[in-house]
């Protein structure tokens, strides 16, 4: 299976600040990845798709890049809400998988 | 707007049987693939099995494969997760979530099944 692997496990940002989220995949996965956020009591909520692509509602501020094993997420400017955890999937071969998480913590 | 609520957890001996179910409401059922994803405590989320969205295919992870079975009744928007041979690596909030294209558009809010004696 192929391996996601987020960088930082947490980080530490003041608000208003940006943040830059990482994820490796151990084989590439084309542009076949989606990121989430899960904030604390909820389910995960739907960011991006097709690497780049934000989901429907989600604020300009987040965005996505990158291709084949290297995604980038970045929260250009962190409001209270995006204090949470973030996690990346590839959808390119079964089985998907995620990442182990970031937590994006207040500094 | 899209609902998934999901019911079923809750304590339950390990090699005893579970059944989850997932309610969904707000948007065609029928049209969309439907997942169960699962977190165990402490650790990151995994993808456990999904059902096409007519029901006629199946996939599962490895570690579930034989003991799980994903299931789907169109005519009443429900999802379902009959769990077997339970086993206490099987504690998590399992979620159900909606997505055809790989990704998930939306999930429930999870319900937590523990396994233990």
């Known amino acids: 299976e192929i391996v996601m692997t987020q960088s930082p496990a947490t980080l530490s940002v003041s608000p208003g600040q940006r943040a830059t989220l990482s994820c490796r995949a151990s084989q590439t996965v084309t542009s076949n990845v989606a990121w989430y956020q899960r904030r604390p009591g909820q389910g995960p909520r739907l960011l991006i798709y097709?690497?780049?692509i934000r989901a429907s509602g989600v604020p300009d501020r987040f965005s996505g890049s990158g291709s084949g094993t290297q995604f980038i997420l970045t929260i250009s400017s962190l409001q209270s809400e995006d204090f949470a955890v973030y996690y990346c999937?590839?959808?390119?071969?079964?089985?998907?998988?995620f990442g182990q998480g970031t937590n994006v913590e207040i500094k | 707007q899209v609902q998934l609520v999901e019911s079923g957890g809750g304590v339950v001996q390990p090699g005893r049987s579970l059944r989850l179910s997932c309610a969904a409401s707000g948007f065609t059922f029928t049209r969309f693939a439907m997942h169960w994803v699962r977190q165990a405590p402490g650790k990151g989320l995994e993808w456990v099995a999904v059902i096409s969205f007519d029901g006629t295919k199946e996939y599962y992870v490895d570690s579930v494969q034989g003991r799980f079975t994903v299931s789907r009744d169109n005519s009443n928007n429900t999802l379902f997760l009959q769990m077997n041979s339970l086993k206490t690596e099987d504690t998590a909030v399992y979620y159900c979530?909606?997505?055809?294209?790989?990704?998930?558009?939306?999930w429930g809010q999870g319900t937590l099944v523990t396994v233990s004696s």
């Open positions: 097709h690497t780049s």
């Open positions: 999937q590839h959808y390119h071969t079964w089985p998907w998988t």
């Open positions: 979530a909606q997505g055809q294209s790989g990704y998930l558009d939306d």
